[in-house]
Nanobody, 124 residues
Framework: QVQLVESGGGLVQAGGSLRLSCAAS????????MGWFRQAPGKERQFVAA????????YYAASVKGRFTISRDNAKNTVYLQMNSLKPEDTAVYYC?????????????????WGQGTQVTVSS
């Protein structure tokens, strides 16, 4: 079982940066592929980025590719989302998720464990 807690959200100006963190419990973190999703009010939860259990493979939604970077530090049981060149349309609650698989996962249904979310607001 995995417990996930996100942090690092906040209010930033357009063009600014934020770094989100997701801390996981347990000693099996390195065996899980991880992902970041976001959800704006009245909209469906949307895929943002994913990383394999080894950290050697990553994948990004087209809307964030080139601006966001997902990474993980298995020794610290933590996954990160570095967000640069933020836009107002990036405003959402951001969630991290975990799945006990080797490869990348990009669908909500593929993930078993979810954090509580952290709010990111980008002002114009």
């Amino acid at each position: 079982q995995v417990q996930l807690v996100e942090s690092g959200g906040g209010l930033v100006q357009a063009g600014g940066s934020l770094r989100l963190s997701c801390a996981a419990s347990g000693r099996t973190f390195s065996s899980y592929a991880m992902g970041w999703f976001r959800q704006a009010p009245g909209k469906e939860r949307q895929f943002v980025a994913a990383i394999s259990w080894s950290g050697t493979s990553t994948y990004y939604a087209a809307s964030v590719k080139g601006r966001f970077t997902i990474s993980r530090d298995n020794a610290k049981n933590t996954v990160y989302l570095q967000m640069n060149s933020l836009k107002p349309e990036d405003t959402a609650v951001y969630y991290c998720a975990a799945t006990p698989r080797l490869g990348l996962a990009t669908e909500v249904e593929e993930y078993d464990y979810w954090g509580q979310g952290t709010q990111v607001t980008v002002s114009s």
